[in-house]
């Protein structure tokens, strides 16, 4: 086992749900040690989270996936010896996680404010839906919400013809974790230099934008149409996406629709619009099947693919290569297979075999253990 680049830190996540818990579980990848601050009544609400009817061991399956190789301390933040135990712990720590609603965390005492008086060198790292100071700060942020407000359906969907369709994974929630832990890398490394803790901030909202960027063309579209007669900017005839073939879709990579032409073998008349010629070699590619077209398209040098089903994909010799997944195991006799972190480090891959927690499990050896959570002051480089 080759050391992790981040053992040796201490990260406290209070966070719930999926965005917190993603970014902490990708510090726990990096080897950081993850301690889930969790309520004694229920935990964390993602154990109770479903995107299926499966459950193992009384928690979702979403929960165990976000969850594994973590610690769990169950404790009352509401009550001043539960909010002791907490300070205590927040003395040693290096990063600490949250994604309460603005003002939440403030009230039980744990905002950025009170956390740095408890440990000046602390990276704090907070989510939130829409920032925390916005007229919608109060709002639930939930991705489905998130993605409503950011027309992200109608992307999804197509066109503002047809209907829309949200995207079917949590996608504001992941990339916001993803943002919150480039930020509290940097940090680190900022700490390392200054020796400085700090607070970063990202919200759901603008990580959801961020991802969007090569569509908010369409926004400045009327000052380019402005510039086109210049000659500064050109409109191209080109076709991308998803199309149906005699048996299933392919994926076809923005080109210039003459060149599809020329792969498909039929000739575009000069007075077709984009859309009219689209249609027609849409016709041209529903008389072979997926497969056929995609040697064709390959010999002619254009990037496609064949739209394959989670079952299909998992037959091809790409995902056995990767080796993307792991077995990971709450007890010797409780154990699930879940998706590995996609991150390599000197050529070696980031795994661990250990579970979920349970609700409190980690309680007695944290507090009988309290003087050595510190395993950070050997690296107070960092």
């Known amino acids: 086992m080759m050391p992790r680049p981040l053992e040796g830190l201490l990260v406290l ?12 579980l990708r510090l726990a990848d990096l080897g950081a040690r993850v301690i889930k601050i969790e309520r004694t009544d229920g935990g964390d609400l993602c154990r109770r989270l479903y995107i299926s009817n499966l459950e193992l061991d009384g928690d979702s399956t979403l929960f165990h996936s976000i969850n594994r190789n973590k610690e769990s301390y169950a404790v009352d933040l509401k009550s001043e010896a539960g909010k002791i135990k907490v300070r205590k712990l927040l003395q040693h720590a290096d990063i600490m996680i949250q994604n309460f609603r603005p003002g939440v965390i403030e009230k039980l005492g744990f905002g950025y404010e009170e956390a740095k008086q408890i440990n000046p060198r602390l990276i704090y790292g907070s989510i939130s839906g829409y920032g925390k100071e916005t007229p919608l700060r109060s709002r639930p942020g939930q991705d489905l919400l998130l ?4 027309g992200l359906p109608w992307l999804h969907g197509g066109n503002h013809r047809r209907r829309p369709i949200p995207f079917g994974l949590a996608i504001a929630d992941m990339i916001s974790g993803a943002h ?7 940090a680190l490394v900022r700490r390392s230099a200054q020796g400085k803790g700090a607070l ?4 759901m909202l603008e990580s959801t934008l961020d991802v969007m960027q ?3 063309d369409e926004l400045w579209m009327p000052a380019a149409h402005a510039h086109a007669s210049s000659g500064r900017i050109q409109f191209r005839r080109t076709v991308k996406g998803l199309y149906p073939t005699a048996t299933e879709y392919i994926a076809l990579k923005d080109m210039p629709l003459e060149v599809l032409a020329a792969a498909l073998d039929v000739e575009l008349a000069s007075s077709m619009s984009g859309d009219e010629a689209v249609i027609f070699m849409q016709e041209r590619l529903l008389t072979q099947p997926a497969d056929y077209w995609v040697d064709i398209f390959i010999k002619h040098g254009i990037a496609c693919e064949k739209l394959l089903n989670w079952e299909q994909l998992r037959s091809q010799d790409v995902f056995h290569k990767l080796q993307m997944t792991q077995n990971i195991k709450r007890d010797p006799d409780i154990d699930m297979i879940a998706l590995a972190c996609p991150i390599r480090f000197n050529g070696y891959r980031l795994q661990y075999a250990k579970g979920a927690p349970r609700i409190g499990e980690h309680n007695t050896w944290i507090e009988s253990q309290a003087c050595s959570l510190n395993t950070a002051d050997h690296h107070r480089n960092i």
Not at 147 to 150: C, D, I, K, P, S
């Open 13 to 24: 996540d209070f966070s719930q749900f999926l965005s917190g818990p993603y970014a902490g």
């Open 147 to 150: 993605q409503a407000l950011t």
């Open 180 to 186: 919150l832990v480039q930020g509290i890398l940097a």
């Open 200 to 203: 970063v901030e990202v919200n």
């Open 214 to 216: 090569e569509v908010w």
